[in-house]
T-cell receptor, first 113, second 112 residues
Framework: DAEITQSPRHKITETGRQVTLACHQT?????MFWYRQDLGHGLRLIHY???????NKGEVSDGYSVSRSNTEDLPLTLESAASSQTSVYFC????????????FGSGTRLTVV | EDQVTQSPEALRLQEGESSSLNCSYT??????LFWYRQDPGKGPEFLFT???AGEEKEKERLKATLTKKESFLHITAPKPEDSATYLC?????????????FGKGTKLSVKP
């Protein structure tokens, strides 16, 4: 069965370290997204990609970067982790076009100490 | 600016007590409205897509409806296993055509 997987599920890192969260999907979806979810804010878009070598900034992109070298993967990198980036991160994917909702991963809980 | 507002923030029901969740939206042109269910520690799970005013979708005890300004998720005779956070999202016409804009969710608790 097709799926979207995130790793790790939990991570603790120190302020200032570079961290990469992985997202891998086997749906063959063109679109991939990274969100963070915080109490009181809901899901906020960090970065998104509509295809290989395409990346775009979302609502809260400062301090984050992504790259898309193939269809299946969209890793999210925190260049220099800050305590404000403690959050739950969700990756999602979708097909192109009207009405295609997202399929979400199970999330990565990141704690920056 | 495209916006989604959900109410109430939290809702407590007794088992069998029917109710509705509201999703109000402001969007330049609606391509689709989505409902998701999210259980603690998990990613959101897709429930419904609605495309135009007057449309309705049903799944078990859940029924979603859509008007030009809002959507309702009606829960009929809920059970404890319906306890979850329900998220509403809209997909708009325009530049970022694939992107969903999410509301903050309604946390539903159903007590036996």
């Amino acid at each position: 069965d097709a799926e979207i997987t995130q790793s790790p599920r939990h991570k603790i890192t120190e302020t200032g370290r570079q961290v990469t969260l992985a997202c891998h999907q086997t749906w063959n979806h063109n679109n991939m997204f990274w969100y963070r979810q915080d109490l009181g804010h809901g899901l906020r878009l960090i970065h998104y990609s509509y295809g290989v070598h395409d990346t775009n900034k979302g609502e809260v992109s400062d301090g984050y970067s992504v790259s898309r070298s193939n269809t299946e993967d969209l890793p999210l990198t925190l260049e220099s982790a800050a305590s404000s980036q403690t959050s739950v991160y969700f990756c999602a994917s979708s097909s192109r076009g009207r009405g295609y909702g997202y399929t979400f991963g199970s999330g990565t809980r990141l704690t920056v100490v | 600016e495209d916006q989604v507002t959900q109410s109430p923030e939290a809702l407590r029901l007794q088992e069998g007590e029917s109710s509705s969740l509201n999703c109000s939206y402001t969007v330049s042109g609606l391509r689709g409205l989505f409902w998701y269910r999210q259980d603690p520690g998990k990613g959101p799970e897709f429930l419904f897509t609605l495309y135009s005013a007057g449309e309705e979708k049903e799944k078990e005890r859940l029924k979603a409806t859509l008007t030009k300004k809002e959507s309702f998720l009606h829960i009929t005779a809920p059970k404890p296993e319906d306890s979850a956070t329900y998220l509403c999202a809209v997909q708009a016409h325009g530049g970022s055509q694939g992107n969903l804009i999410f509301g903050k969710g309604t946390k539903l608790s159903v007590k036996p």
